[in-house]
Structure formats: C-alpha cells, structure tokens
C-alpha cells in the first residue's frame, strides 16, 4: 500500500526470528509470532538527472550481532524490498501531491513526505508472513499519523506492537501508546477470523473480463501453469490477480507470485515452472522477446487473451463450466444491480 504490505509480493515470504543469535539458528520463525517482521520507509534517490534509486531510509526493527549466514539472508531481503515498492521507480518526478493514509488495497501506494514544495514520494512497508490486509491497514494509519509529529514517535509504537502476542483469529490485543501533545492513546487491533478474502475486490476482474476469459484463466490456475496478467496502473494488476488467486479457494496459489513484477525482473516470464505475475504493459514488447514456455498472457486494459495455449475451452468438464459461468454472470448482475441503487 504506500503504505505497503509487501507479503503481496510472494506467497512464502520471509518470517524473522528473535531467537538467541549464535544457536545456529535462521532468521525464519514459525508464522504467527510477530505482528510483523518489519517496518521499513522506502524513498527515492536521486543518482543522475531524471533518473532515481529506490533505497531504504528507515528500519524497524535493525538487528544486531546476526551471524554470518543471518546477515547475509537478511541483506538479501532488504535488497528486495525497495524493487517492489517502486517497481517503476526510474519514473518518479517531485510533484505536490500524494494520496495518504492506509489503504486494504496490497499494492505500492506512495505517500508525501514532510517538508514544503514538490517533494519524491516515499513507501511505508510492513513485512510480514500474515496477510491480514485490513489490520495493517490500520497500523499503517497510526504510523502515518505518527509521522506528521516525527519519526522518532514511530519507533515507540513500533515496539509496542512487535512485543504483543498477535491475536487468535477473531480476537484482539490493545496497544497503548503515547502520542506527545495528545497524550496516551489505546489502540484495539482486531485479527479477522479469517483473511483469505478480505481484499479481494472480485468486481475489479469482472469490469475489465467477460465470464468466458476468466473462466480459461481460472482452468489455468488450476492446473498450475505460467499466467501473465497486463496493464498499466499499478492498482489494476495487483486488484485483478489478487481475485485470480482467489478464485482458487479454499485452495491457495502455492507457487511463484508477483502481482506487480518490477522492470529488472521482467526474465521471471522465462521461468520452466508455474506462476502468476502482473507486468506493465508498457514492458509488453520485451515480455514478447523472452523466451518463454506456454503461457496465458491476458491484457487487463482490453479485456482480451494475448497468447494462450490453446485447450483452455477443454480443461474444465463442461458441466462444471457452466456452474462456473453462472455463478460469475449472477455474480456480475447482483452487483451491477447495487451500482444502479
């Protein structure tokens, strides 16, 4: 979000231990321990004219005496994490305005950094293994609105929260805080009882896809194969393969998973095992030169199928099928009903 919830980028992503250092142990921790793994700003860097450099300019928490290997795997992770919060991030000019404040929507939303004048924008980044999109929403709020006073009331908050259990689906913790001039606050963070759906906006597919495309696209998710979604806005592609993914429940996408795929990663369309990625479609001509295995490549912006492999009408039974059909045409018509209301 810009706010970011970088566990939108990959299905498995990385979990931190806080484990004794020098018991040989990893940096990765059983799911469901932490709140988060991280809290990190991203801003843009200027390095010659017109061009800029996402880098990590806050931390949270900085680890110490990690070994080696540690170390090493936690460099790994924080290299990452900027190319997915400015995946066009070369594209980036000062401007006035930013939008603000959380948003339930996992995709890079930049927000406006303090100071006065056209400014470069900068990304709020929760990293964590739990996909709790609402809850973090509201933590990225209080971050947010911790920021406008200074960094520094950050990190109180931030530690706060890192030391409270997470709770059990359905249930909450308090956190309190102190916010200078306005004094102790109590924060209530609410666990859904379950998450697998609660950013899923099923209508952002349906508005841009007819039942019959996205019925091919749901048979190529079954059967796991490489599929390559298309647009330009940023917000289109991680909405519209969020739903993809979600089609598949109770069943859940257990390979390669990259909503937005930044421009030095472009080669993932080369890779001999399944996936789900969203590319910019002004990287289309370059995505075509790959060599690429059979794939389904649709394009969000036209609402039509790019390249396929050609027995998507056969995949599913036909009975099924039409189930599938009807179910998305009563789908898109209740809501195109409350649209009209």
Not at 68 to 83: D, F, S, T
Not at 209 to 224: D, G, R
Not at 255 to 272: A, G, K, S, W
Request: glycine share 6%.
């Amino acid at each position: 979000e810009g706010k970011d919830e970088a566990s939108a980028a990959e299905n498995n992503p990385p979990r931190v231990s806080q484990g004794k250092v020098g018991e040989g142990s990893s940096i990765l921790s059983p799911a469901g321990q932490f709140f988060f793994e991280y809290l990190v700003v991203v801003s843009l860097k200027k390095v010659s004219d017109g061009q800029y450099e996402p880098k990590i300019t806050y931390q949270f928490p900085k680890r110490e005496n990690l070994l080696r290997g540690q170390k090493e795997e936690e460099e790994r992770l924080l290299k990452a994490i900027p190319l997915f919060c400015f995946p066009d991030g070369n594209n980036w000019a000062p401007v006035t305005e930013f939008p603000s404040g959380g948003s339930s929507e996992p995709s890079p939303l930049p927000c406006q950094p303090s100071g006065r004048g056209a400014r470069l924008p900068e990304v709020f980044c929760i990293i964590s293994c739990l996909g709790c999109f609402g809850l973090f929403s509201k933590i990225l709020d209080e971050v947010e609105k911790r920021r406008q006073i200074s960094m520094a009331v950050i990190y109180p908050f931030m530690q706060g929260l890192r030391e409270s259990p997470f709770p059990a689906p359905g249930k909450s913790v308090t956190i309190r805080s102190f916010i200078p001039e306005s004094g102790t606050e109590f924060i209530e963070l609410t666990r859904p009882v379950d998450a697998h759906l609660e950013h899923v906006e099923f209508q952002a597919l349906l508005q841009r896809l007819s039942p019959h495309l996205i019925l091919h696209i749901f048979a190529s998710a079954v059967l796991e194969r490489r599929l390559i979604f298309l647009a330009e806005e940023l917000s289109v592609l991680s909405q519209c393969i969020h739903a993809v993914a979600a089609l598949l429940y109770p069943f859940t996408w257990a390979h390669t998973y990259i909503p937005v795929v930044p421009e030095c990663l472009l080669d993932t369309v080369c890779c001999p095992t399944p996936f789900m990625v969203g590319i910019q479609k002004r990287h289309l001509e370059r995505v075509l030169e790959q060599p690429m295995e059979e794939a389904l490549m649709v394009d969000l912006c036209q609402g039509r199928i790019i390249r396929a492999v050609g027995d998507e009408e056969q995949i599913l039974p036909g009975k099924l099928q039409n189930e599938v059909l009807m179910s998305l045409n009563r789908h898109n018509s209740n809501n195109n009903v409350h649209s009209k209301d």
